[in-house]
């Protein structure tokens, strides 16, 4: 984000030269118990005897909040993390009030509800019915709440909350406002470049048939093949009951990041405010490392790798090259994008020393 430089995290161990394939899930296991497997244990023994937290995922859209949220369960075990996304959380509700059984959660809201509008009105709400008014906010917490009730004991990722404006002091007294547990709480801030943003939107496909989704410049399949009217190379799906299947771009997406301006400009400024309040701890991640600091902090395996194509003159096979991923960051600084799993150390570490000094 322009104007903000968060701290270069080292995950670089001297002397080791152990060498993983981040995208195997094997691979990350051993990954992880080399990089942070001491406060991974910890962690565990933590959760093992009732340790909670909750922790507010704070990015732009596509900043790979999800993703973060899933790499911690994997390295540390989901039977006590839930990630609770808002988006999926008012899709699920909107599907359980069109069905007939939804006098469970139209029974939550007569006893939790509290705001301006009818319980007669909060219905249509959620199910779109009234094209003059937003979900407020008071009945995203109410959700919220109803959320937490189904999952008790959890540790929480939350993400998509704060959203808005008015929305960030209540995240701010979440805990209080919803009856929650005195659990620790903090905000995990993502940074990412736009310029990263733009990229996967841009590059992403997926499958007609299975739908999986992939990414011509940075996740391909095994299969590429290519276009001779477009001049331009494909992705077939690598799902054996596709048979090789041409994966396709959705509607808009060769726009990149310009449809979501206004969105990220929201999510910008609630970054800003979330960035700069005092009371409540804070993690920073960041996904990139300037090219001549890279050395230094990260191990090459860590770097993001991008993928271009060429066609054999002579043999008319199309070879994939792989380089790592360059990109811009919103300071104008060349840098190195980092893979999911690297982040990820710098989360499990700085959640490790949040906690300990509690």
Known sequence: ???????IFKTKIEGINQNFNLNDIEDRKR?????????????KNYFANG???????????????????KLFMEAVGSDYVYHLSIGDLVRDVHNQLEKENSEEILEFFKKNYRGPYPLSELKD?????????????????????????????????IDGFPRAQDQITYSLFLKELVGYRDDPDFIILIDVAESIIDERIKYRVICPKCQTPRNLKLLPTKFVGYDEEKKEFYLKCDNPTCEKARMIQKEGDYLGIEP?????????????????????PKIYLR??????????????????????????????????????WIVTDDNGVDCYSLLPAAVEISLIK??????NER
Request: no cysteine; proline share 4%; hydrophobic share 40%.
């Open 287 to 324: 996904n990139t490392v300037p090219v001549d600091k890279v050395d230094e902090y990260v191990d090459s395996y860590e770097i993001t790798p991008a993928y271009f194509y060429q066609i054999d003159k002579n043999s008319g096979e199309i070879k994939i090259i792989e380089k790592p």
């Open 350 to 355: 700085q959640l490790y020393k949040l906690l």
């Open 31 to 43: 990954y992880f118990e080399l990089k942070a497997g001491l406060e991974i244990n910890w962690l």
């Open 51 to 69: 340790g909670t937290f909750i922790a507010y995922l704070v990015g732009v859209k596509n900043s790979g909040k999800g993703t973060y949220s």
């Open 1 to 7: 984000m322009k104007g903000i430089n968060f701290p």
């Open 260 to 280: 979501l301006r206004s969105r990220l400009e929201t999510d910008q400024e609630i970054f800003k405010q979330l960035l700069n309040l005092t009371g409540i």
């Open 125 to 157: 709400l959620i199910l779109g019915r009234s094209t003059t008014k937003l979900i407020p906010s008071e009945l995203i917490l109410t959700l919220i709440k109803f959320e937490i009730s189904r999952h008790p004991k959890k540790i929480l990722f």
